[in-house]
Nanobody, 115 residues
Framework: QVKLVESGGGLVPPGGSLRLSCVAS????????MAWFRRAPGSQDELIAT???????YMKDSAKGRFLMTVNSEGTTLYLQMNNLKPEDTGSYFC?????????WGPGTQVTVSS
């Protein structure tokens, strides 16, 4: 069973930056298209970005030009660099396979953008 653990969230003012990390117990990014999702209270999960090994495939329109999803060379760690953060970026961020079947969900990491 693959384990995913997200980290790097925090409280930042508008315009700030964060770098989220997702450490996997296996080289999932070499065999699966991986994704970052955002979960906000009262909202459905949003797909933020996807990436196959070596190729960035999708970025949510509102994140284009501000977010970048990368993967380490071993395929075990995913990153989401988030710049120029806005209040609407607030939520819990999770990494997982981009499509069903999903891995067991990790704890997520909370991002709060507020002055």
């Amino acid at each position: 069973q693959v384990k995913l653990v997200e980290s790097g969230g925090g409280l930042v003012p508008p315009g700030g930056s964060l770098r989220l990390s997702c450490v996997a117990s296996a080289a999932v990014a070499k065999t699966s298209t991986m994704a970052w999702f955002r979960r906000a209270p009262g909202s459905q999960d949003e797909l933020i970005a996807t990436r196959s090994y070596g190729t960035s495939m999708y970025m949510k329109d509102s994140a284009k030009g501000r977010f970048l999803m990368t993967v380490n060379s071993e395929g075990t760690t995913l990153y989401l660099q988030m710049n120029n953060l806005k209040p609407e970026d607030t939520g819990s961020y999770f990494c997982n396979s981009a499509t069903d079947p999903y891995f067991h969900w990790g704890p997520g990491t909370q991002v709060t953008v507020s002055s």
